[in-house]
């Protein structure tokens, strides 16, 4: 099957990131840092725009980030990431984040984020990505929720500005 070099799968984007949990990521309480699984949810994100745009890429915002359960010392943390939407220059990503008992292989989600990334040409400057194909029911779900968001971030920044 010839590939159309302008248009991309949602799958072609998949990132697994998977790090397990230790005393240095913790409170006192032996719960992971908020902001250590932020970290890990921006690398695992860029890895999926970076594959899509095939290019360096850069924050530009997180969209959302919501944390259901917590993450302990001793857990594997799973970090799922694929790109759901893309403008001219810019990628929303999803990650959901998993927690695993690595001993039990009882495993949770945990969180679930929305981040956007601009892809850069070797010159740091934004440069066009492929275009997305959408081929399942739950991707096409998602790009329609990624437009929706997409579509509120421009009228927040429109009214930041104005």
């Known amino acids: 099957m010839t590939q159309d070099k302008e248009t991309k799968r949602c799958s072609q984007s998949q990132v697994t990131l998977s790090v397990l949990m230790g005393p240095q990521d913790v409170n006192r309480l032996g719960n992971v840092h908020g902001g250590v699984i932020m970290k890990l949810v921006d690398e695992a994100g860029a890895l999926a725009a970076m594959r899509h745009a095939q290019s360096s890429v850069v924050t530009v915002v997180i969209d959302s980030m919501t ?4 993450v302990y010392v001793g857990n594997l943390l799973v970090c799922k990431a694929e790109v759901t939407y893309v403008g001219n220059t810019s990628m929303e990503a999803r990650v959901e984040v998993t927690a695993e008992d ?18 850069l040409d070797q010159n740091g400057r934004p440069h066009p990505v492929p275009r997305l ?14 437009r929706a968001r997409q579509e509120y971030r421009k009228r ?5 500005a104005g």
């Open 67 to 70: 944390f259901m359960e917590p």
């Open 102 to 119: 690595p001993m039990t292989g009882e495993a949770k989600i945990t969180n679930k984020a929305y981040l956007v990334y601009v892809a």
């Open 133 to 146: 194909r959408y081929e399942t029911p739950e991707e096409k779900k998602r790009a329609e929720q990624a």
């Open 156 to 160: 927040q920044s429109a009214q930041e």
